[in-house]
């Protein structure tokens, strides 16, 4: 492997600037091209000092020297362009969710498979200190038999997010908030506490109407494995702005929850026998201006793509563990309209 790793960011608005920012900075990494459909001055993409395609067939086209190409390109995008990369023989990081569907998401690990490269795909969160300190204890059995999972996100995304671009808000390129918003939280969710079943929703649009394809709200319940069970609260449609994501853990041996607007605090811990951790809480976010996102931790991904290409390790986040992400939600997805459509049945 060469002495740089040379990336590509296919995708510039905010979370691919980001990924060019971080590239940039990182004395083992090359920025060697941007690639993004809209006007170069418009994406003040010259600033990176490297060249700009319009599309991802005149990049491959061009036959540059590159290593890893980060998608950062609307959600239903993300599929297809990460097996096309493949196909060439270039490993990707694929920003969540890695596809809208389980098919695509399967197609993704064949094309893996077969051209032999990796798959990063972007989980930042799971590189949050309380993150890890939850998922520490949960793997040491510190809290004993696990009682309830409770995860809640909510957020504030207003008609004027949706608006400002042609993708969002769209079945086909958005997917809805639990694939735009929210999978980070879910990856958390099964990471931590494993595989769910029984899956149950019920959803809403409360102030989305006329932006959105798919509702703003939503209650999922499950069940956890050992007789666990669990829910997700969740909603875009929060006063103002963003106010809460929070695992809360009720189990033998405690009760614990990190939340915070981004998960980044400990809010409560008692657990026998041990005394209340000093967790330093983060208030490290991606700030977009009109809106924010969650933790700001793309470096640590990005230094685990160099790190794996360079010593031949493991990505921290395995392909198998993103497609989970993609079943959970679909599965959850899949009565999203089971109630109106039986309605209209029975009309």
Not at 119 to 139: C, E, G, M
Not at 184 to 205: E, P, Q, R, S
Not at 271 to 288: C, H, L, R, V
Request: charged share 20%.
């Amino acid at each position: 492997m060469a002495s740089t790793i040379k990336f590509a960011i296919l995708g510039c608005g905010h979370i691919g600037k980001r990924h060019a920012e971080l590239v940039l900075m990182h004395p083992e990494a090359e920025l060697v091209a941007v690639i993004d459909p809209a006007d170069e001055q418009k994406l003040q993409v010259s600033i990176f000092s490297v060249p700009h395609f319009k599309n991802l067939d005149d990049f491959l086209a061009a036959d540059l020297a590159v290593d890893v190409v980060n998608i950062c390109t609307p959600n239903g995008l993300h599929a297809s362009q990460a097996i096309t990369c493949l196909n060439h023989g270039i490993n990707v990081v694929i920003e969540k969710p890695i596809a809208l569907n389980i098919d695509d998401a399967n197609a993704i690990s064949v094309a893996a498979s077969e051209s032999g490269k990796y798959v990063f795909p972007v989980v930042q969160n799971r590189y949050s200190s309380t993150v890890k300190w939850l998922k520490d204890i949960a793997d040491k059995g510190a809290l004993g038999k696990i009682y309830m999972v409770q995860l809640n996100c909510f957020w504030n995304r207003d008609d004027q997010y949706y608006k400002s671009s042609g993708w969002r808000g769209t079945l086909a390129l958005d997917g809805g908030p639990l694939f735009t918003q929210f999978s980070h939280f879910v990856d958390v969710l099964l990471w931590i506490f494993g595989d769910i079943t029984n899956i149950k929703g019920k959803f809403a649009n409360f102030n989305h109407e006329q932006s959105t394809e798919f509702e703003d709200s939503g209650v999922v319940t499950f069940d956890l494995k050992d007789g666990a069970v669990g829910s997700i609260n969740y909603s875009t449609s929060a006063f103002e702005s963003n106010f809460e994501s929070s695992i809360t853990v009720l189990a033998e041996k405690g009760t614990v929850k990190i939340g915070g607007q981004y998960m980044n605090c400990l809010e409560y811990c008692q657990i026998k026998g041990t005394e209340q951790p000093i967790i330093e809480a983060s208030d490290a976010f991606n700030d977009y201006g009109s809106y924010k996102g969650s933790a700001s931790n793309h470096q640590q991904v990005i230094e685990n793509v160099i790190e794996t290409l360079k010593n031949s390790s493991q990505p921290d986040v395995s392909l198998e563990e993103a497609i989970k992400v993609v079943v959970m939600i679909s599965n959850t997805y899949d009565n999203r309209n089971v109630e109106e459509i039986l309605l209209e049945k029975l009309d």
